[in-house]
């Protein structure tokens, strides 16, 4: 597995700057639990493939050049920004991870998919968080002052660090994707052969409602179903595209096993 590739590039780059002197207590100590997390999360990945896989193989993750030795001076700048783009590499394997997992039903792996996403997506925004107060004392160590004119700056009560967190948090929020612009949940192709699938369903169809209830997410959907005994009969409303929708009657027929 690629990933297994990934996480020990991450753990041997943050070792490899190991004796990298950090002025910001946090940003060291959160590079150096990131580390033991990703040796933990490697373990854990190759304890699965060893359950699943006789000779698992591990070929060169893209971002172990990112993450080798710098031949010129080290800066915090180039460094973070070196972690960032992997982690968020890593965020993005591991986000194609659990749609392969949960489309073709690994509840081992959706759940280690699930943990290692959050894990990487949390380093990633922890470190833009840090990053414009480690800049700043990269640059005052410099001999770098401030030269903003803002009111604050002007006075000596410098916020450069306090303003860069501020915007790229506020980028952060601004990113979330557009809702989809069709009420309900999209369905994706349903299987060969189910209730669905035999009622017509196609991919691109939103279901809108349950038993006469308007849903917005999946978890709307989730609920609803198990709100009924499996072998109940329930209905489910879909539209496609602009035509009017539909009610379908569905019986639930299974679930996750307790626990």
Not at 69 to 81: I, T
Not at 138 to 148: F, I, N, P, T, V
Not at 193 to 201: K, T
Not at 237 to 245: K, L, T, Y
Request: charged share 20%; glycine share 6%; proline share 7%.
């Amino acid at each position: 597995m690629a990933l297994v590739a990934t996480e020990r590039a991450i753990e041997e780059g943050l070792g490899r700057q190991a004796d990298l002197t950090l002025t910001h207590t946090r940003l060291h100590s959160s590079l150096e639990a990131i580390q033991a997390q990703a040796g933990i999360q490697r373990r854990n990945l190759e304890n699965y493939l060893g359950q699943e896989a006789a000779q698992p193989t591990e070929p060169r993750s893209p971002i172990a050049p990112l993450l080798a030795d710098f031949s010129s001076p080290l800066k915090v700048s180039s460094l973070l920004a070196a972690y960032g783009a992997a982690f968020s590499f890593a965020v993005m394997e591991y986000s194609v991870l659990i749609a392969f997992a949960l489309r073709l039903y690994d509840p081992a792996l959706r759940a280690l998919a699930r943990k290692h996403l959050n894990s990487y997506a949390k380093a990633a925004r922890l470190l833009t968080h840090l990053l414009p107060g480690a800049v700043v004392e990269e640059l005052d160590l410099q001999r770098l002052a401030c030269r903003c004119i803002c009111p604050m700056c002007s006075i000596g009560a410098c916020g450069c660090t306090a303003a860069g967190r501020h915007w790229i948090h506020e980028a952060w929020s601004e990113a979330q994707p557009l809702p989809d612009s069709q009420p309900g949940v999209e369905i994706s192709p349903p299987r060969q052969g189910s209730q669905l699938a035999r009622a017509g369903v196609h991919s691109g169809d939103h279901l809108v409602g349950v038993d006469g209830q308007s849903i917005n997410t999946f978890l709307d959907v989730q609920k609803a179903i198990r709100q009924h005994q499996v072998g109940d009969e329930l209905v489910f409303r879909v539209r496609r595209g602009s035509e009017p929708p539909r009610d379908i009657q569905v019986r639930h027929v299974s679930d996750y096993p307790p626990g």
